[in-house]
């Protein structure tokens, strides 16, 4: 059949304008990481109508992706995320534009997956710390702005970084500490400062930021691809009300609360300190306990 974008993409319209699905099309976002959430992120801004991307990723499915990963099938065990995910692209949207980069994104060639986007979306793994601190730098120093939504629980929270406006490492602060344990705690609180998902982890033993061991579910990772696609549609589109770090907009409909943190000075923030100072104080005593 004749693809037809306007006809395929035509119940959007009326939550925007014509106008509006037309610069859509024009945009290109940057997707690093196409596993828990990033392949959800792609099929979310797909169905909206975006269909200029830059996509890395390096890895290849297995069994234990299938609870949450949009190319995660009996058929895809072993196979390449990135090569399937675009496969999926092309047969939602035949004209989609994608830059492919199979060896994944790292500081050697940041530049050039970031290279005229519009905005970089994060869908890296939850432990790649260094990776996440370098892309998220390019972006702010060149002017890009760029979302991350984590899902937690089941529900998520975003948080947008915008030019200008506070850095990534000054919200979440990763360069003043060095385990990955450490780094691990500072993502999560910075992430989810009231920890409301916590209310209900009732198998805290699975939890082992040493082993890079963390549960997840598929409730909360579409959630992150709806908060995320959200964001990027006013981000882009430049209309409603963007909130950016030190804010950020966590969501869970489990225990049925939305809560809009505001985290002043981010991570130098004496209540965000003494919070992390709980968080390590609970995987210490609580977590480590459960192991031994």
């Not at 809009?260 to 977590?287: A, E, H």
């Amino acid at each position: 059949m004749n693809f037809d974008y306007k006809k395929a993409f035509s119940r959007n319209l009326g939550w925007v304008t014509p106008e509006e699905q037309k610069l859509i099309a024009a945009k290109t976002v940057a997707i690093a990481g196409l596993g828990g959430v990033g392949g959800i992120h792609l099929v979310t801004l797909l169905r909206m109508g975006f269909q200029n991307f830059h996509l890395a990723d390096f890895d290849f499915y297995e069994l234990h992706n299938f609870n949450r990963q949009a190319g995660a099938f009996i058929s895809t065990v072993g196979k390449s995320k990135l090569t399937t995910m675009v496969e999926i692209a092309k047969d939602i949207n035949p004209q989609v534009n994608i830059k492919e980069f199979p060896e994944g994104v790292s500081k050697e060639n940041c530049a050039a997956f970031l290279k005229d986007v519009d905005l970089f979306l994060d869908g890296l793994d939850f432990f790649c710390f260094d990776l996440r601190s370098i892309l998220f730098s390019y972006c702010y120093d060149h002017h890009i702005p760029a979302v991350t939504a984590a899902p937690l629980g089941m529900g998520s929270t975003v948080v947008n970084f915008m030019p200008g406006k506070m850095t990534f490492d000054e919200y979440f602060g990763f360069s003043n500490v060095k385990t990955v344990e450490d780094k691990s705690i500072l993502f999560v609180i910075g992430l989810s400062p009231f920890r409301i998902q916590n209310e209900y982890l009732v198998y805290p033993e699975i939890v082992d930021f040493e082993k890079k061991q963390l549960p997840s579910t598929p409730i909360a990772c579409q959630m992150a691809s709806a908060l995320a696609a959200t964001e990027i549609l006013k981000i882009l589109l430049k209309r409603g009300k963007v909130i950016c770090a030190p804010y950020s907009m966590q969501v869970d409909p489990y225990v049925q609360k939305v809560k809009i943190s505001w985290i002043p000075f981010g991570f130098k923030n004496p209540i965000q300190q003494l919070r992390v100072l709980i968080g390590r104080w609970i995987f210490k005593n609580k977590i480590s306990k459960v192991k031994a």
